[in-house]
């Protein structure tokens, strides 16, 4: 498993021009929490906290060093703001190594740009899937692999790589459907030509006499 790490200082200042001006100064505030425990603000460097959430993701158990001690924890929500490439408040969520939790991790479909099948359409019909285990039993993602799919089969949850690991329980039923190999369709776009009858086309007479009897 790989070890994510990340340095924290606890937060001192709350009010909105402290915030403002650590993101000014290109660190982000967070929070820690953890059921019987007290809340901890922190702040983080924000290249520091990019380079965690884009490897680790909210799947992968994280260790915090916070001032010399270190919590495990996951990132449970990260906002950013609605145009800069900035973030703008990060939310961790401890855990006890010694009890189990409910997370979801992402289905990945494996190989599938090298489907030996081709042409093809691959459909993903499952992209997350919630499990229970201990914190360090989580697995980063389930994993199917597709490459040797044939036209019309289905792999579903008991294809991936984590089904029947004794570590962990899946909240889906075995038998639904993770992805769907078929056929390409070619869409055929009818043209639809409107015919008019002469008949029904006014006359240049005609339109005179509408636009006097509209006077």
């Known amino acids: 498993m790989t070890d994510f790490r990340i340095n924290a200082q606890v937060r001192m200042g709350t009010g909105k021009n402290?915030?403002?001006k650590l993101r000014a100064e290109k660190k982000v505030p967070g929070v820690i929490y953890q059921k019987g425990e007290e809340n901890i603000n922190l702040v983080f460097e924000e290249q520091d906290l990019?380079?965690?959430?884009l490897s680790a993701g909210t799947s992968n158990l994280v260790t915090l060093e916070i001032e010399g001690k270190e919590r495990k924890a996951l990132i449970k929500d990260v906002q950013k703001h609605p145009f800069k490439n900035q973030y703008v408040h990060v939310d961790f969520v401890g855990v006890d190594m010694n009890t189990k939790m409910r997370v979801v991790v992402p289905v990945v479909c494996?190989?599938?740009d090298n489907i030996h099948e081709q042409p093809s359409v691959l459909m993903q019909l499952l992209n997350e899937i919630e499990v229970e285990c201990l914190p360090a039993d989580i697995p980063s993602d389930a994993i199917v692999n597709v490459e040797n799919m044939k036209i019309g089969d289905t792999l579903t949850v008991a294809d991936l790589d984590i089904y029947g690991n004794d570590k962990i329980e899946l909240f889906e039923e075995a038998d639904e459907p993770v992805a769907i190999?078929?056929?390409p369709r070619e869409e055929v776009i009818e043209e639809e030509e409107e015919e008019v009858d002469a008949a029904d086309v006014p006359t240049v007479d005609e339109t005179e006499e509408k636009e006097e009897e509209e006077e």
């Open 18 to 20: 402290k915030v403002d």
């Open 50 to 53: 990019e380079k965690l959430y």
């Open 110 to 112: 494996e190989g599938r």
């Open 181 to 183: 190999l078929s056929e």
